[in-house]
C-alpha cells in the first residue's frame, strides 16, 4: 500500500476532488472537515473519515494519530480548509475577520504542526498549502482574506527554508477562481453578485480537478525535487 495522505477541507470543492483522486492513486487517505457525512458519501475504501475543526490542534491531532495506527506515517498533508468571506473594510463584522485569520491561518497550522516532526526526522514528506492569488497581490474586498493567503505564503516559504536540508518539501499551489461553493459564505449579496457576474466574463473559473492536477504534479516530482510554488488561474483571469 501506498503512504498515508491526509487532506483537511475534504467535504468539498477542492479538497473533496483531491480526496478521490489519491484513493483513485492507490494511497490510505485521511479526510478532515466539520461536515463528516459528506466526506462519508463519497463512499470510499482505505479511508477515514473524521469531524474536525482544523482550528482545534486536540481534534487534528487525534485523527491524524489514529489514521496514522492504522496506515503508517503521514507523507503528504495537504491544507485545503479554508473560507473566503468577502467585505468592504468599513463594512465587515470583526467576527468575520477573526474566523478568517482562524480558519485560513491557524488551520494550517495545526496539522504541520502534528506531522512535521515525525517528516523531518525520518527525511521525508510532503506538507502542501492550498494558498491563493490573493496571496500574491490584492483584490477589492478581500482585504483580509487577502491578509490570511498572505500568510500563507509567507509561512509556507519560510518553513520550506527551515527544513530543507531535511528533504521535506512544503509547498504552496495558488489558485485564481476555481468553480466551488467558496464564495456562499460571504454574506454581502450584493459583494457576491458582482463576483458571479466578473467571473461570469472568464467565462467561470477553474474546474478543481486543474487544481488536482498540479497537486499530483508536485508531489510525486521525485523527493529531491521541490516545486515550491504553483500560481494557477483561467487565461481569462487578467487580475
Ligand atoms: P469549499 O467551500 O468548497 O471548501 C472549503 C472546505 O474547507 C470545506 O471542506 C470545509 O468543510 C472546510 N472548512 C472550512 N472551515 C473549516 C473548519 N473550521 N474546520 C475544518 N474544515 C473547514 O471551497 P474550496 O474548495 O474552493 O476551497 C479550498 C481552499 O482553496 C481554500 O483554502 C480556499 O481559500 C482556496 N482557494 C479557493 C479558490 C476558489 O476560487 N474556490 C481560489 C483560491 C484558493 P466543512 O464546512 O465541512 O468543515
Known amino acids: 500500500m501506498k503512504k498515508l495522505v491526509v487532506i483537511t477541507g475534504a467535504s468539498s470543492g477542492i479538497g473533496k476532488e483531491l480526496a478521490k483522486a489519491f484513493l483513485k492513486e492507490g494511497h490510505p487517505v485521511l479526510l478532515l472537515a466539520r461536515r463528516k457525512h459528506l466526506m462519508e458519501e463519497l463512499n470510499l475504501e482505505n479511508c477515514i473519515c473524521k469531524s474536525v475543526d482544523v482550528i482545534k490542534k486536540d481534534e487534528v491531532e487525534k485523527a491524524i494519530l489514529e489514521a496514522e495506527a492504522k496506515y503508517g506515517k503521514t507523507n503528504l498533508l495537504i491544507n485545503c480548509a479554508g473560507i473566503m468571506l468577502l467585505g468592504k473594510a468599513d463594512v ?53 482574506y487577502c491578509g490570511t493567503k498572505f500568510a500563507v505564503h509567507s509561512i509556507t516559504e519560510a518553513m520550506r527554508k527551515e527544513v530543507a536540508s531535511t528533504n521535506v518539501r512544503i509547498i504552496t499551489i495558488a489558485p485564481g477562481v476555481v468553480e466551488t461553493p467558496l464564495l456562499s459564505h460571504t454574506t454581502d449579496d450584493k459583494i457576491k453578485e458582482d463576483y458571479n457576474k466578473w467571473k461570469e466574463t472568464i467565462e467561470g473559473g477553474l474546474d478543481a480537478k486543474k487544481i488536482v492536477d498540479c497537486v499530483k504534479f508536485a508531489y510525486y516530482m521525485p523527493q529531491d525535487v521541490c516545486v515550491r510554488e504553483i500560481v494557477i488561474a483561467k487565461t481569462k483571469q487578467e487580475d
Not at 525520518?122 to 477589492?140: L, P, Q, V, Y
Open 92 to 144: 465587515q463584522s470583526y467576527e468575520e475577520w477573526d474566523n478568517m485569520i482562524d480558519v485560513n491561518i491557524k488551520g494550517i497550522l495545526t496539522g504541520t504542526n502534528v506531522v512535521l516532526p515525525n517528516m523531518v526526522k525520518e527525511n521525508d514528506g510532503t506538507i502542501i498549502n492550498i494558498s491563493s492569488i490573493a496571496g500574491r497581490k490584492t483584490f477589492d474586498n478581500h482585504s483580509v
